[in-house]
């Protein structure tokens, strides 16, 4: 067939350096084009079917007739067009150059790619005598999406010296420098899909598996190679059928019929786009279900194919998606409004919107006439989806690849090795030759951050994202990443899978067999069975604590003292740190209950401050509260030192900053309940008990609290709380926790807050009794009752609370404590200094008070 269209289309001799053609039939013009200094080729398969008609030997052969058109072909054509925009609006890049393009129609046949080839290279001076210049029309070529019209693209211009660059020729014989010197490519070679899917059929396990391939360069070399690997890694092919979109339908019903006859029920499909459709059409007409397909790069992120109920749960390679900023805007504003008479844009139109432009042309009575005034924005097609730019950014790629170089070789960066490099200053003068030398050397960075350069093959570093189809709530399909190959990386690291739940055929979370005896993935050990094939085995996972991180492990192996299994027991990984985190709920609502007691001892001691000149404010010791509401605030949050994960400072902290700040609280609360002991006793007749001055009340407080700092100092001198990784007490986590370092320097701490705490219950609990406008004797019993009940209460607490749940305890102690100590110290005079302001009169409080004592 190609050699064939070549005979048709163009002769072609070389006479003196130049190209002599001779041209049958019509010339082959470009649908989309443009002037400028350098021209640029593209040739994309605008249309999908072709229609020839046999040649009758008395006239010229008509031109090639392209249907159908491709919406995602044309996306790829406009991508061409909007990078070229770019560039020339680029002032970096090739300033004062102007790029035009002339991009043609292969209509996916390589007879239209042969005919589109030469109009590239010739120019559309089409005619039996012309004599070429020698230069051909365009510097470098963009094209094609299909291996078998590459082939014959790179072939036609590899003499020639024109680069070409393909966006979606994968076949992986194209690497072959000796048959095509001039070829590069944006998407990478087969060589590698081939064996990554060979390594992810390995992976799951799938040792007994079916396939089926396009009967092309694309499939054939493809299937080629991963049959190779694949059995090299101890996987069974149990068939493997060929298939061309060309095929007759009883070839295409035996294949399927040896797939439903098949035992595997994994079958890996690479094929083109146009072998995958007319192979789905016979698979649902044959009613073949149950089979888990395994898809190339083609058509694995094919959207159109989505509603297909069979293809759930698909995997499959694809190349990374990326985005392109105006992109999207740029192809909304695609409209025959910009040239009505390039029939392409007008067909796009109508073919987008259904309806004719012209009432000439509206031979079907269905369609409505539109304007161009429609608007794109409000359709979803392959043409305006841009949610996962994969291939168009390759389009995009290549356009600015070949601009690098064409700046590089205008800026003579070639090397002097170059034999064409004298004239390499000069655009008028530049010979794709040199593009070409340019091109093999071109290395640069995107925008967006990828990095863009060729090996000494013309190939792309091998990237590609593992897809699976997966329905979301909707019931819509979506194509979810599950996991990532990269060749650049070693070997044993070039297959990762994501954490994300993949889903299999029948939108299943059970992963499908087709194995004698499942595959022990990492995880699992080997236990032979008696009597049986050596592929026939038992496979029994590893116990906690222990991995194995290859397929069909003999044995486990344990993981090291900070390293525990993870949950598929396939490697060790780090043990989960656990502490209390300001991150997770129980942290929030402990910060939350701190932060609410100091707001509302600050709101108390406003009051106090407002109120300061009242008789309520004045017998209540002044000094003494704003200390003791101080020293509450400092309760409240020193909590928050025990949130977070322990440092050396933050567990010094924590202890130290509790142990003084509740000290000096108790020592606040006792000498006020001395204080009111004693003013009380000093007012009876006939007494001797001298009153508690205020500087004999801050000797006390400060001596009652210092001698706690004493203890403290003492305890981070001689052997301060430290960081500790706790993994004693769980076997597959570590506890973050603070070592006491002197259990004695804690209990110390504590004991003497219980001391002081008893002995401000003694008190209050003796001077219970007493006038109640006079003094709050009775609401610290009460406060002294709740500070003692949640510290008795803690102790047990404490002792048996695991992990992150000992400080909690600890924090809500603390909090319970405070809240006790504010509430009811403070909670009853707040009461009738805000609400009973009547009762808050010197009057009648030694009114009431002189009645008691009668």
């Known amino acids: 067939m190609v050699v064939l269209g070549f005979l048709l289309l163009c002769s072609i001799i070389t006479v003196g350096g130049k190209a002599i053609c001779s041209i049958i039939g019509q010339p082959e013009y470009p649908l989309l084009s443009k002037d400028g200094d350098i021209i640029i080729g593209g040739a994309f398969s605008i249309h999908s079917k072709i229609h020839l008609e046999m040649p009758l030997f008395t006239e010229k052969p008509h031109r090639l007739l392209c249907t159908s058109l491709n919406l995602r072909e044309f996306r790829f054509a406009q991508t061409m067009i909007f990078a070229i925009e770019e560039i020339n609006s680029n002032q970096r890049l090739l300033p004062n150059i102007s790029i035009g393009y002339q991009i043609f129609d292969s209509c996916g046949s390589t007879l239209a790619s042969m005919r589109s080839t030469m109009a590239l290279i010739n120019g559309q001076e089409l005619t039996a005598e012309q004599t070429c210049s020698g230069k051909t029309a365009v510097k470098a070529i963009i094209g094609e999406s299909e291996s078998s019209s590459t082939i014959v693209l790179s072939r036609a211009t590899g003499p020639f010296k024109i680069p070409v660059i393909s966006h979606f020729a994968t076949c992986a014989c194209l690497s072959d420098r000796r048959q095509f010197p001039s070829f590069f490519r944006t998407i990478p070679s087969d060589y590698y899909q081939s064996r990554a899917l060979a390594q992810l059929v390995k992976h799951f396990g799938w040792t007994w598996v079916g396939a089926v391939r396009s009967d092309n360069d694309y499939g054939n070399n493809g299937m080629a190679t991963f049959v190779e690997v694949a059995e090299r890694e101890g ?388 000094e003494l509260s704003f200390l003791l509401l101080f020293s509450l605030s400092l309760c409240f949050l020193c909590s928050l030192t025990f949130i977070g994960r322990p440092t050396e400072w933050s567990c010094m902290l924590r202890h130290t900053a509790f142990g003084i700040t509740f000290a000096l609280c108790m020592s606040c609360v006792l000498t006020r309940t001395v204080a009111v002991v004693m003013a009380f006793k000093a007012t009876v007749p006939g007494s001797s008990v001298p009153q508690c001055s205020l500087p004999l009340q801050r000797i006390s407080v400060f001596c009652c609290t210092f001698f706690q700092v004493i203890i403290c100092t003492l305890w981070l001198v001689l052997a301060p709380p430290m960081p500790y990784k706790n993994m004693t007490h769980s076997l597959d986590k570590i506890i973050l926790e603070c070592d006491l370092g002197s259990a004695i320097g804690f209990w110390a701490v504590l004991i003497y807050i219980g001391l002081l705490s008893v002995l401000c219950f003694i008190l209050a609990f003796l001077a219970r009794k007493l006038p109640d406008n006079f003094n709050e004797a009775k609401f610290i019993t009460f406060s002294m009752l709740i500070f003692c009940a949640v510290w008795i209460t803690f102790i047990p607490a404490y002792v048996s609370s695991p992990g992150k749940f000992t400080v909690a305890v600890e924090i809500f102690a603390i909090l319970a404590s405070s809240f006790g100590l504010l509430f009811c110290i403070f909670t009853p005079k707040c009461y009738i200094i805000v609400l009973k302001p009547d009762q808050n009169t010197r009057k009648h409080i030694m009114g009431k008070t002189h009645n008691k004592s009668q």
């Open 235 to 622: 996987v069974c092919i149990e068939y493997s059928e060929a298939i061309l979109r060309t095929n007759s339908k009883e070839k295409t019903a035996k294949v399927v019929e040896v797939i439903k006859k098949g035992t595997a029920k994994v079958l890996v499909a690479f094929l083109a786009q146009g072998e995958m459709d007319v192979l789905l059409e016979e698979i649902i007409r044959q009613n073949v279900t149950g089979l888990q397909w395994v898809g190339s790069e083609s058509w694995i992120t094919a959207r159109y194919l989505k509603t297909e109920k069979v293809l759930g749960g698909a995997v499959g390679f694809t190349i990374n998606k990326s985005t392109i900023p105006g992109l999207k805007e740029f192809l909304l504003k695609v409209n025959p409004t910009q040239n009505p008479s390039n029939a392409l844009l007008v067909e796009f139109w109508e073919t987008t919107f259904g309806c004719c432009l012209s009432s000439t042309n509206c031979s079907n009575a269905q369609y409505k006439l539109c304007d161009g005034s429609e608007n794109l924005s409000n359709v979803s097609n392959a043409f305006t989806d841009v949610s996962e730019l994969r291939i168009s950014n390759n389009v995009y790629k290549a356009v600015y690849a070949i601009a690098y170089a064409l700046h590089n070789t205008i800026a003579c960066k070639t090397s002097n090795s170059s034999p064409e490099n004298i004239t390499c200053g000069n655009k008028d003068l530049m010979l794709s030759s040199q593009v070409l030398h340019s091109l093999q050397n071109v290395k640069f960075t995107m925008a967006s951050g990828q990095k863009v350069y060729f090996d000494q093959n013309g190939d792309p570093t091998a990237r590609y994202e593992l897809i699976n189809w997966q329905k979301n709530e909707a019931g819509e399909t979506n194509f979810i990443t599950v996991g990532h190959y990269d060749a650049s990386l070693p070997s044993e690291q070039q297959f990762v899978m994501n954490s994300v739940n993949i889903i299999w055929e029948g939108d299943s979370y059970t992963k499908p067999s087709s194995v004698c005896s499942e595959r022990c993935q990492p995880g699992f050990r080997q236990a032979v069975i008696k009597g049986r094939p050596v592929c026939c085995f038992e496979c029994l996972q590893c116990p906690s604590g222990e991995i194995s991180n290859t397929t069909d492990s003999p044995e486990c192996i344990r993981c090291p003292l900070e390293y525990w299994s993870n949950e598929n027991h396939s490697m060790c990984v780090l043990k989960k740190v656990e502490f209390l985190s300001f991150e997770e709920n129980m942290g929030i609502l402990l910060t939350a209950f701190s932060l609410t007691g100091v707001s509302l001892t600050i709101a108390v001691a406003l009051v106090f401050y407002n109120f300061i000149d009242t008789p309520l404010v004045k017998a209540s010791n002044v």
